[in-house]
């Protein structure tokens, strides 16, 4: 793939348009993220959210089932010990953005499916979910961690030109 075909999926338009790009990138963040900060509970809760609504061994369930299901994968999430408090509160919004979808999908769908009555919520989920995910991975991210990093590094090769005569960065 060259690098204008990499460079559109870096739009966060073209992202939400298509789910299957916002998905992947997702999954990339999340699978670095539990690399990261040790936890591979997050990858495992953002896997089997998304397995939800693409397995054909969930189909049978409605639409406000599976928004329910990942209430329940996130809420174990949540219950981790290890997490803050601000951790915890970004957990909290894809809780309550899946507890509202199960809400609008199962009163305002048909059956618990999302039919002709086609409400804000439902034609903003793709906002709605990329925006929560990104307030929950910005909340676990070690800030900290890697600027204490960054700056290591560049003190190490500020050491070897400052001991160095014939060491020159470019």
């Known amino acids: 793939m060259s690098i204008l075909e990499w460079f559109p999926l870096l739009n966060v338009s073209e992202l939400v348009q298509n789910p299957r790009n916002s998905n992947t990138v997702l999954f990339l963040v999340y699978f670095l993220l539990s690399l990261l900060i040790k936890r591979p509970s997050l990858l495992a809760a953002f896997l089997l959210?998304?397995?939800?609504?693409?397995c054909s061994l969930f189909e049978s369930l409605s639409e406000a089932s599976l928004y329910l299901l990942t209430f329940a994968t996130y809420s174990y999430v949540i219950t981790c010990k290890s997490l803050t408090c601000i951790q915890r509160?970004?957990?909290?919004?894809?809780?309550?953005?899946?507890?509202?979808?199960?809400?609008?999908?199962?009163?305002?769908?048909?059956?618990?499916?999302?039919?002709?009555?086609?409400?804000?919520?439902?034609n903003n989920i793709?906002?709605?979910?990329?925006?929560?995910?990104?307030?929950?991975?910005?909340?676990?991210?070690?800030y900290r961690r890697i600027g204490n990093s960054i700056r290591r590094f560049v003190d190490s090769i500020l050491l070897l030109s400052r001991n160095s005569a014939y060491f020159m960065p470019i």
């Open 126 to 142: 793709e906002y709605l979910a990329l925006c929560s995910h990104i307030i929950f991975i910005s909340t676990l991210t070690p």
């Open 89 to 122: 509160m970004g957990c909290g919004t894809i809780l309550i953005l899946s507890l509202t979808l199960a809400y609008d999908a199962y009163f305002y769908g048909l059956g618990g499916v999302y039919g002709e009555a086609e409400t804000v919520i439902y």
């Open 49 to 54: 959210s998304s397995m939800l609504f693409e």
